[in-house]
């Protein structure tokens, strides 16, 4: 097959232990999915979830033992972090129930889910899509993919951010409103989800601005971590 131009190369990430890359497909990311994250954007208790998708090529890979640089974005000024769990499916479905949801995870890594807020909140005001505000250029560093065989306990897991060496959020995956089966069972009612899409759980408490020259460490535990600095 001949084509007009070159198509973009397929985004992939490294999987802890093997030769072979993670295909990318979708990126779904969970919107308010803490409670004290809830609560510090202006809402409260278990509301029904809701997604926002980031495009493959947002992803910028971050490896466990090195700083990877990502350039403080356009038309913003006021550039949030928001550490978050990823999880990658590795079998696809749709209406898949949350009691078979674990069947679907091939492994879990660290994400960022960087966001322009101040867009955001513009869009929010508006009532128009966030795309602007998440879904833009280097918006997703993660890290390498770990199986799930060698992951630990997930469900249990603290997760942290710091930023120059400063705790920035700190908290455990069980503080999940909607846990990460809970969370595949949703996402899949309205998406058929494939083998390659990745599912950034939500972020903890804490969310806040960054600067350029400012570096950010991120961690679940059993995953590694990944560090990024703000160009």
């Not at 295909?23 to 997604?51: L, Q, S, W």
């Not at 490896?63 to 974005?73: A, G, H, K, L, R």
């Amino acid at each position: 097959m001949q084509y007009l131009f070159t198509p973009p190369p397929v985004v992939s990430v490294p999987i802890i232990g093997q030769s072979e890359q993670f295909p990318v497909h979708r990126i779904y990311c969970v919107g308010r999915n803490y409670e004290e994250h809830a609560k510090e954007m202006g809402f409260t208790g278990r509301e029904p979830p809701f997604f926002f998708l980031k495009p493959a090529d947002a992803l910028v890979f971050a490896p466990s033992n090195e700083t990877v640089s990502m350039p403080y974005p356009s038309l913003t000024k006021n550039f949030h972090h928001e550490i978050e769990l990823v999880v990658a499916i590795g079998k696809g479905g749709k209406n898949i129930t949350a009691a078979n949801a674990m069947q679907h995870i091939f492994g879990y890594a660290v994400g960022l889910d960087m966001t322009r807020r101040d867009l955001q909140n513009d869009m929010k005001k508006q009532g128009r899509p966030w795309c602007i505000g998440k879904a833009f250029d280097h918006s997703a560093p993660m890290g390498p993919i770990t199986p799930v065989a060698q992951a630990g306990d997930v469900a249990n897991a603290e997760i942290f951010l710091q930023v120059n060496g400063q705790d920035r959020q700190r908290s455990h995956v069980h503080k999940l409103i909607w846990n990460i089966s809970e969370t595949i069972e949703h996402v899949s009612t309205a998406w058929e989800l494939q083998a390659g899409d990745l599912i950034f759980t939500g972020t903890p408490e804490g969310v806040a601005a960054v600067v350029p020259g400012d570096t950010l460490l991120g961690s679940v535990a059993g995953l590694g971590q990944i560090t990024v600095r703000v160009g």
